[in-house]
T-cell receptor, first 111, second 113 residues
Framework: GENVEQHPSTLSVQEGDSAVIKCTYSDSASNYFPWYKQELGKRPQLIIDIRSNVGEKKDQRIAVTLNKTAKHFSLHITETQPEDSAVYFCAASTNAGKSTFGDGTTLTVKP | DAGVIQSPRHEVTEMGQEVTLRCKPISGHDYLFWYRQTMMRGLELLIYFNNNVPIDDSGMPEDRFSAKMPNASFSTLKIQPSEPRDSAVYFC???????????FGEGSWLTVV
């Protein structure tokens, strides 16, 4: 089955700096790669996603890149703010409907 | 739409009791997922359904766990008998089509004492 590895498990940055979280996947059939943000005590919510026919996607301060050959994708957050502090999960999905999540990255943005 | 609706939001039960968690997916969504989240094991997929049919239950930890989806708007996850190690947040989620955004409910926080 699919295996998704996510790094780092914790990340601490100063407000205004950039944060990068990386994920690798194993199943070449995976073609949809969403990123979720989970604040303490809340549900995971989608922040950005990318499909396998696209190499990069950007939404304001958030961007995601995908390298299908190397089977890895990354989340980039620029100009971080304290409210960006949360746990971030990557996931890889196939046309069979199954989504496999990474173990999560706890991001702390220090004011 | 009200989103994915789960109940109960919080439950505290004694070891050995039966626990039933309920979920109403977003109307029109054809995929329904049950996830379990703990500090130790992260977000685990327990089972998922497509058009009310279980597709993959390989994540169900053991026979004490069972899930049903009798119709397109309702699913249950049952634990019988419950054990302290079942304490976790159980998320129900749904999506429209395969390989699309998964929308999570607010979770059912289960504590087994």
């Amino acid at each position: 089955g699919e295996n998704v590895e996510q790094h780092p498990s914790t990340l601490s940055v100063q407000e205004g700096d950039s944060a990068v979280i990386k994920c690798t996947y194993s199943d070449s059939a995976s073609n949809y790669f969403p990123w979720y943000k989970q604040e303490l005590g809340k549900r995971p919510q989608l922040i950005i996603d990318i499909r396998s026919n696209v190499g990069e996607k950007k939404d304001q301060r958030i961007a995601v890149t995908l390298n299908k050959t190397a089977k890895h994708f990354s989340l980039h957050i620029t100009e971080t703010q304290p409210e960006d502090s949360a746990v971030y999960f990557c996931a890889a999905s196939t046309n069979a409907g199954k989504s496999t999540f990474g173990d999560g990255t706890t991001l702390t943005v220090k004011p | 739409d009200a989103g994915v609706i789960q109940s109960p939001r919080h439950e505290v039960t004694e070891m050995g009791q039966e626990v039933t968690l309920r979920c109403k997916p977003i109307s029109g969504h054809d995929y329904l997922f049950w996830y379990r989240q703990t500090m130790m094991r992260g977000l685990e997929l327990l089972i998922y359904f497509n058009n009310n049919v279980p597709i993959d239950d390989s994540g169900m930890p053991e026979d004490r766990f069972s899930a049903k989806m009798p119709n397109a708007s309702f699913s249950t996850l049952k634990i019988q008998p419950s054990e302290p190690r079942d304490s976790a947040v159980y998320f129900c989620a749904s999506s429209l089509g395969a390989g699309n955004t998964i929308y999570f409910g607010e979770g059912s926080w289960l504590t087994v004492v």
